[in-house]
């Protein structure tokens, strides 16, 4: 049920298009008499009005149309010269048709006007062969679309919502409250805070999704606040943000400087860098100095080394040097913020930031930031390449029935594969029935007009614009069915005038809907059926692949003997894989719901190697001991990272289905052996952690053994998935 705003759009966008189609269809057609013009001026608005998804603003609309209008003259121009032959069009149609969907990876924008500029190589590429009238095309088609966009910036334009900036300083501004003190929320508020971040919440227009660096640091920035409340949402169920915030504000009074004066020193520090980082953000400059929390996180580490090999009284009790652990995960979540935040409100080009691999794109030009997109999904891995590939393939194959069959009004076929295909063939074939049903009745109806009409141009005349205006209101509005039937009848009185018309035009509409509708059906089945449902898996299990390695190597740093003798693990593969793994979810999320539900956490993936990737970086920078860890503490860090990285192992193969192998022994519950160490007990909170969030996804992971029985389900089949915060979409 769509609500009264998106009612409203919905009529004032039909207006819009149905005034910018008219402009031109009725003066060159009746005015100048050329039909050719008046084509293109008639099918420029609907294909990128109608057809077209373009979010945002009327003002942002109307940049995108403006900037896809030469695109566009290119597009119908290459297909006036291909239309020579129909090997020629069918080759251009699969690289058209290739490019334009695989352009989803820079962002809403260019995807939603995706689909209008594949109909302006549609239009172009279909017989008759007249490369004379191609100035025709162009001139229509550039008038048509600079009238829309006339009428999106002054036509009821659709104003501005909330800039993904805003949302942002709004969320960090709650986390700067929480950690001072100022405000006391339920863990739930925090959690809900944190989630108006998903991209799903956010317009899409707003979505910081493209590869430039300012919006990449936006991403980030967003992503280190999530991770930051959700931290800030389990130490308020835990009691250890009241206790934290109340030692911090104690310190220095009633000796309690002893326990707990690290904290004193680099809580207030955290919670001034919150609201600084959200000033910063409402007004679209960065906080002028140096990154300040690098300081104040080392100064910290330091006061606890030396709090912990200091005499006997001044050593704080483990469940401080705990509560220090969980402040220190919070200050590198701050930290990354910080830098994220700069990044993505100056955009500049910076000097290297650490870690490097996680800031890699400060140091990259917009060339290489483009390169590296389109390179890192040019993968069967991919779901972008994968949708690119499936719409590519359907609409080349559409061209090359229509042209060997010389079906009428050709271009229909394309239409029908470009507006019904879905990313699964259960969507597919859900749509395409109704479709056609709505065509079948709509091709009745036009059969019927063109019949008691006869050749009365004058009567189709006065139908075309009000039929526009409800055709395009009320098919948007009442469902597919309404859409594709009313867009029939529109079609109808349209090419009634613009060449003599009977009956059969609406006999050729149905034949070509039933023919691109079946052309559709038959790509969905046989390209990625189930679209990101078995996908996810795949890059989860991937995914999880690359962080036992990570668990592994980061504790080799911290234990080896002498320190700093071991390198850090590389943390590029897992970040490519937890790229392609969000991509995949990000899909997954936005297909419908199938019989059986889901049981696989794959949001709790996402947390979960965000975690081990994050630890990767902190515990080195950070928590490198000055000399040689405990050798029995050392073998027993040791010994849990091979059990959870076994466990990564067991969860990839519960995730594509295969049998695990056998459930080795957890990691140690026990307090660590030897002296309270900072190092020591940031590490076991983070292995403790990690094999918490690793034994929940776990449980709703089902065993294959066990999936023969009755009433199972194969992991991730579809549905709704389960976790707070994190880095899903």
Not at 639 to 656: I, K, N, P, Q
Request: aromatic content about 6%; hydrophobic content about 50%; proline content about 9%.
């Amino acid at each position: 049920m769509k609500s009264g705003a998106e009612r409203t759009e919905i009529l004032h966008r039909s207006l819009r298009v149905s005034l910018a189609a008219s402009a031109g269809f009725y003066p060159f057609l009746y005015g100048l008499h050329d039909p050719e013009l008046a084509l293109y001026a008639l099918f420029a608005p609907i294909a990128l009005g109608l057809l077209s998804s373009i979010p945002g603003s009327g003002r942002q609309r109307a940049a995108v149309m403006l900037k896809a209008l030469p695109v566009g003259l290119v597009l119908v121009a290459l297909g006036t010269v291909l239309a020579v032959a129909t090997w020629a069009a069918v080759l251009g149609m699969l690289v058209v048709g290739f490019l334009l969907a695989f352009a989803a990876i820079a962002g809403p924008r260019p995807a939603g006007a995706a689909p209008g500029l594949q109909l302006f190589y549609i239009l172009a590429c279909f017989p008759p062969y007249e490369p004379q009238t191609l100035w025709l095309r162009l001139a229509g088609l550039t008038f048509g679309v600079v009238v829309l966009a006339l009428c999106e910036l002054f036509l009821l334009p659709r104003q501005a919502g909330p800039t993904y900036r805003s949302t942002l300083a709004e969320a960090v501004a709650t986390a700067g409250d929480t950690i001072a003190g100022r405000i006391s929320l339920s863990p739930e508020a925090l959690r809900t805070a944190g989630s108006r971040l998903r991209l799903s919440k956010i317009p899409p227009a707003e979505r910081p999704a493209g590869p430039g660096r300012a919006v990449r640091g936006l991403s980030q920035a967003g992503s280190a606040t999530r991770r930051l409340l959700e931290q800030l949402a389990h130490q308020t169920e835990t009691g250890e943000l009241r206790r934290l915030v109340r030692d911090g504000a104690e310190a220095g009074v009633r000796g309690a400087e002893r326990t707990d004066s690290a904290s004193g020193s680099l809580l207030p520090r955290v919670a001034a860098l919150c609201d600084e980082t959200a000033a910063a953000l409402r007004a679209g400059r960065p906080a002028p100095g140096p990154q300040r929390m690098d300081e104040a996180i080392d100064a910290f580490q330091q006061t606890r080394v030396r709090q912990a090999t200091g005499p006997a009284a001044d050593v704080p009790p483990v469940p401080v040097l705990r509560r220090q652990a969980a402040l220190l995960a919070v200050a590198e979540s701050v930290r990354i913020l910080e830098i994220s935040v700069r990044v993505g409100l100056d955009g500049r080009r910076t000097p290297p930031i650490e870690p490097r691999e996680l800031f890699w794109y400060a140091e990259s030009s917009t060339p290489q930031l483009w390169i590296r997109r389109v390179t890192g999904n040019m993968t069967l891995r991919s779901v972008q390449f994968q949708n690119a590939v499936r719409i590519a393939l359907a609409l080349a194959a559409a061209r090359f029935v229509a042209g060997s069959l010389d079906l009428t009004h050709g271009f229909w076929v394309l239409l029908a594969v470009l507006t019904l295909s879905r990313t699964t063939v259960g969507q597919t074939w859900a749509v395409i029935r109704e479709a056609v049903a709505g065509n079948l009745v709509g091709a009745v109806a036009a059969g019927a007009l063109l019949i008691g009409l006869g050749q009365h141009t004058g009567v189709y005349a006065v139908l075309l614009a009000p039929g526009m205006l409800i055709a395009f209101a009320l098919g948007p509005l009442l469902g597919i069915a309404w859409a594709q039937g009313l867009f029939t009848l529109v079609v109808a009185t349209a090419f009634a005038q613009i060449a003599p018309a009977s009956w059969r035009l609406a006999e050729a509409r149905i034949v070509d809907v039933v023919t691109g509708s079946a052309i559709g059906l038959l790509c969905a089945l046989l390209a990625w059926p189930a679209g990101a449902r078995r996908e996810v898996r795949r890059t989860m299990a991937g995914l999880l692949r690359e962080c036992g390695p990570l668990i592994r190597g980061t504790v080799a740093v911290l234990t080896a003997s002498p320190p700093g003798s071991v390198p850090p693990p590389p943390t590029l593969p897992a970040l490519h894989r937890l790229t392609l793994a969000e991509s995949a979810y990000a899909q997954f999320r936005s297909e419908p719901v199938g019989s059986r539900p889901v049981l696989a956490d794959w949001h709790g993936v996402l947390i979960a190697a965000n975690q081990i990737l994050l630890g990767a970086h902190w515990l080195p920078r950070f928590d490198l001991p000055a000399h040689a860890l405990p050798p029995d503490a050392a073998d027993r860090a040791s010994a849990d990272a091979r059990a959870l990285a076994r466990c990564t192992d067991r969860l990839s193969a519960l995730c594509t289905g295969e049998r695990p192998p056998p459930v080795g022994t957890r990691p140690d519950a026990s307090p660590p052996p030897g002296p309270p160490l900072p190092a020591l007990v940031d590490l076991d909170v983070w292995l403790r952690s990690l094999d918490a969030q690793l034994a929940q996804i776990e449980a709703q992971l089902p065993d294959p053994v066990r999936r023969a029985a009755p009433g199972t389900s194969e992991p991730g089949s579809a549905g709704s998935v389960s976790g707070p915060g994190g880095p899903g979409r």
